[in-house]
């Protein structure tokens, strides 16, 4: 075992995959030399060459579009957008391309690359430095999208990812890059996609999450166990596609559930879990699902901590739903 941050796992697992299999290529912008501008792909360019991890013009269509044309002939790219809200120039290249490509070839081509992008706020950032846009592209059949909570997750979940036939938006919440050490297993690893985990057990009230909303919930379900109240934890990992029979099953543990992420409510992924549960297992539940999310405004410049999901925010919605 290792201890890692966030950002080092994610680093170790590009090194493994590449030392795995010479198909296997890291380009974006400034992730060469320089190692990008968080760090995560430092050193690479070093050890494997600059035929194998390389910086792009900025362009993300074309990163993107370079990344399908090498994943149609063999390789297994890696592209990196440098931060998420950068992403929507290759908007088109992902949901109409890459997405597509499987259906659309009756299952003769798949498309086996990988887009990293740090995502959501937490580094006050800003407005064009930290939103979270999962929902837009969890809206895309034939995209799958992988969000970590933990560096040994961040290690397993990319590695499988990398090995994936299918186009993966790998969304890494920056918030958590530097905040946490974990034990990391050395060497290669896969945490299968499509798989919830149980951050905490617990029997009153359900709580799902994902990302940078993970420890924000398990800091709350602590202070909720202070107050004779235990939670549940699920750490979502994969949004789509989502592991749906684990989900209701989680719900249906406790009848209550409370919802979490630091995108806008509005047509958030939290609002899919709701519908879900209803539609499924309505008879389960003992009170009104609720969300604790980001607000419906662009994300603010000097007021992060106001906007993003906090414990006590969570801490509320369990109190209600539980005493409902």
Same mark, same amino acid.
């Given at each position: ?43 690479? =360019? ?246 604790? =999310? ?31």
């Amino acid at each position: 075992m290792a201890t890692l941050t966030m950002v080092q796992a994610v680093n170790d697992a590009l090194k493994v995959a590449m030392r795995r299999d010479k198909g296997v290529l890291v380009f974006g912008e400034d992730v060469g030399p320089k190692g990008g501008v968080f760090l995560a792909t430092e050193g690479l =360019t070093k050890e494997f060459g600059k035929e194998r991890c390389f910086d792009t013009p900025l362009s993300e269509d074309g990163i993107v579009g370079a990344a399908i044309g090498m994943a149609l002939n063999g390789l297994k790219p890696v592209a990196e957008i440098q931060f998420q809200d950068f992403i929507f120039p290759a908007f088109d290249q992902i949901v109409s391309e890459a997405a597509k490509f499987r259906y659309r070839s009756g299952g003769q081509y798949t498309v086996p690359m990988v887009i990293r992008t740090p995502y959501g706020g937490g580094i006050r950032g800003g407005l064009y430095h930290s939103q979270s846009g999962e929902a837009y592209f969890c809206h895309t059949p034939g995209l799958k999208v992988v969000i970590p909570s933990t560096p040994e997750d961040a290690k397993g979940l990319l590695l499988a990812s990398i090995e994936d036939p299918d186009p993966v938006l790998f969304m890494e919440p920056k918030a958590l890059y530097r905040t946490t050490k974990a034990d990391v297993p050395e060497g290669y690893y896969t945490t299968p996609l499509s798989t919830l985990r149980t951050a905490r057990t617990g029997k009153d009230v359900t709580v799902f999450c994902y990302g940078a909303m993970v420890p924000v919930c398990m800091k709350a379900a602590e202070q909720a166990a202070e107050k004779g109240i235990e939670c549940l934890v699920v750490d979502l990992r994969t949004l789509l596609p989502l592991d749906e029979e684990g989900v209701l099953e989680a719900a249906k543990q406790t009848g209550r559930v409370v919802i979490v992420h630091e995108a806008p409510r509005f047509c958030g992924f939290g609002g899919e879990i709701s519908a879900m549960i209803a539609e499924n297992i309505i008879e389960y539940m003992e009170a009104p699902v609720a969300r604790v =999310t980001g607000f419906d405004t662009p994300f603010p410049n000097t007021l992060e901590h106001h906007y993003m999901p906090d414990a006590r925010r969570v801490l509320d919605a369990i109190e209600h739903v539980h005493g409902y």
